[in-house]
């Protein structure tokens, strides 16, 4: 079946160094979705890209989609504690838009 | 506006018991589905709904009944709990599809089967 693939699964970084997680699926998505989950919480959405090459930012966070539209990425500039969390990639399923398949996600620790 | 509602927040299980857990949501939405997460797997869906009455399979769907009588609600059943099941267990509703709009998801439930 379809798959979704995140990587690395963790990353610790100092805060103020860059980060960035990198999703590739086994099939074209027709868009890709982000999700960041705080430890002990549930997924938040974040953002949802759509075009081949789309890219967007949400102030230190940017956005890529690939031009196959088979991988992403997200890329944070100059970590800070509250960015902690893991953070998923999420597509929908071919022939259908109903079911949505997460990657398993990249775990971010910032040390202070 | 109080969203997903998932109850409880945790629990346990002894093997072979069965409970419901139970996903409320006050938003309208037509799409709504259960994930289960469990440690480096990510999130895992189980069941979906696109409307009132209408339910289908996810990708881990065994051991597992659900059934939408109604818009809001979304319960999903354990009939013989087993230790596998033992998880993180987050309920997420859409306006429609996924595709078309973000999954608003539930606090979660904390199961765990001894």
């Known amino acids: 079946g379809q798959q979704v693939m995140q990587i690395p699964q963790y990353q610790h970084v100092q805060e103020g160094e860059d980060f960035t997680t990198y999703c590739n699926s086994s099939?074209?998505?027709?868009?890709i979705q982000w999700y960041k989950q705080r430890p002990g919480g549930h997924p938040v959405f974040l953002i949802q890209?759509?075009?081949?090459?789309e890219v967007k930012k949400q102030k230190r966070l940017t956005f890529q989609f690939g031009e196959a539209k088979k991988n992403s990425s997200l890329h944070i500039t100059a970590t800070q504690t509250t960015d902690v969390g893991t953070y998923f990639c999420?597509?929908?399923?071919?022939?259908?838009?109903?079911?949505?398949?997460f990657g398993k996600g990249t775990k971010l620790t910032v040390n202070p | 506006n109080a969203g997903v509602t998932q109850t409880p927040k945790f629990q346990v299980l002894k093997t072979g018991q069965s409970m419901t857990l139970q996903c409320a949501q006050d938003?309208?939405?037509?799409?709504m589905s259960w994930y289960r997460q469990d440690p480096g797997m990510g999130l895992r869906l189980i069941h979906y709904?696109?409307?009132?009455?209408?339910?289908d399979q996810g990708e881990v769907p065994n051991g597992y009944n659900v059934s939408r009588s109604t818009t809001e609600d979304f319960p999903l059943r354990l009939l013989s709990a087993a230790p596998s099941q033992t998880s993180v267990y987050f309920c997420?509703?859409?306006?429609?599809?996924?595709?078309?709009?973000?999954?608003?998801f539930g606090n979660g439930t904390r199961l765990t089967v001894t």
């Open positions: 999420a597509g929908p399923t071919q022939g259908g838009s109903e079911k949505l398949v």
């Open positions: 938003m309208n939405h037509e799409y």
């Open positions: 099939t074209t998505l027709s868009n």
């Open positions: 890209l759509v075009k081949s090459g």
């Open positions: 997420a509703s859409t306006r429609q599809g996924p595709s078309n709009s973000p999954l608003h």
């Open positions: 709904s696109v409307g009132a009455g209408i339910t």
